[in-house]
């Protein structure tokens, strides 16, 4: 098992799929010579020719266009979108058409294609480069949301999705695309979609997240842990939609006590529906208010203000603890 960073899982997951099945193909702004923006594609023209590996024009609409065409024909194509600020170009495509083939075909056609784009701050990229609105494609029935949150999961969600027979925003945290390593299997390995993960064990309050914040999360826990002697629970959701409500309802239900964590601005955003699940599923076990800790209702700042801007280890810390002394 070796260790590898984000990019480097990705990379692997969409080697060992176009090695294994010919219908899957890549295309996307720059993906072919230059290997993507981030490097995630580099080295695949060379492996597989540019019949499998497309480098298109400047034209989102385009690209996931053509590859909706591809899937109804039965292909499996992998699009990127350099920046999840541009996917709204393609808006009309997904929304409109791709997450509506199933249905509106009585199950005759189905899009198994993944639309693969880096989204979120905290790289001192502009705000169209940064922004996280996973809500927008979660929102939309016959599509899926898929936000990984390490290199492990990356690989063996991204496998999923590529197998998956209808169409997956794959949302790409970009500031752990190498941020660290993780040992990842050389071997086959895949996630299931819809599923979340119990990323720490804990009894105490419920802290529930995914992507990016998962890490900030994780070392939140560890803070409480270690001034407070609380045991938080992390959930890390991986699948906002289709959203595991049970997984977190479970651990709601042990602990009595849950924060969402987040860097989506804060209204109407995946919180919410969290939030709202829980009042559904585990109301008369909650001892206190379910907090969201988020990005404020701003556009993604400039560097000066990123990080103030995305919820830190420290407002992590502080939003439990609020958690943790408030009385229902």
Not at 29 to 49: H, K, N, P, S
Not at 286 to 291: M, R, S, Y
Request: glycine fraction near 8%; charged fraction near 25%.
């Amino acid at each position: 098992m070796s260790e590898r960073t984000m990019v480097e899982a990705l990379r692997l997951a969409l080697e060992q799929e176009m090695e294994a099945d010919d219908s899957v193909l890549v295309l996307g702004e720059d993906v072919g010579v230059d290997g993507g923006v981030f490097r995630v594609t580099e080295g695949l023209l060379d492996a597989y020719g540019e019949a499998r590996v497309m480098d298109t024009p400047l034209a989102e609409s385009v690209i996931v266009g053509a590859a909706l065409g591809m899937a109804i024909r039965g292909l499996k194509p992998v699009a990127e979108i350099q920046f999840s600020g541009f996917t709204y170009l393609a808006f009309h495509q997904l929304e409109s058409h791709a997450a509506r083939i199933r249905w509106r075909s009585r199950g005759r056609f189905t899009a198994p294609m993944v639309v693969r784009t880096p989204y979120g701050a905290g790289v001192r990229a502009l705000e169209h480069h940064s922004e996280s609105r996973e809500a927008y494609w979660a929102h939309t029935p016959g599509l899926k949301t898929v936000i990984p949150s390490g290199p492990r999961s990356a690989r063996a969600l991204l496998v999923a999705a590529i197998r998956d027979p209808d169409p997956v925003v794959f949302y790409e945290p970009k500031a752990i695309y190498r941020a660290f390593r993780e040992e990842v299997p050389d071997e086959e390995e895949t996630l299931p979609i819809g599923q979340a993960a119990v990323a720490r064990e804990g009894a105490e309050i419920t802290l529930v997240t995914w992507g990016a914040m998962l890490k900030r999360t994780l070392d939140a826990a560890e803070v409480l842990a270690d001034e407070d002697g609380v045991a938080a629970e992390v959930i890390d959701v991986r699948t906002v939609s289709p959203l595991d409500a049970e997984t977190i309802a479970v651990s709601a239900r042990k602990t009595g006590r849950v924060a969402v964590v987040h860097e989506a601005p804060r209204s109407f955003g995946p919180g919410a529906e969290v939030v709202a699940r829980l009042v559904e599923k585990v109301f008369w076990w909650l001892e206190a208010p379910v907090k969201r800790i988020t990005a404020p209702d701003v556009i993604t700042p400039y560097f000066a203000r990123e990080q103030a801007y995305l919820p830190a280890v420290e407002r992590i810390v502080a939003g439990a603890r609020e958690v943790l002394e408030t009385e229902a």
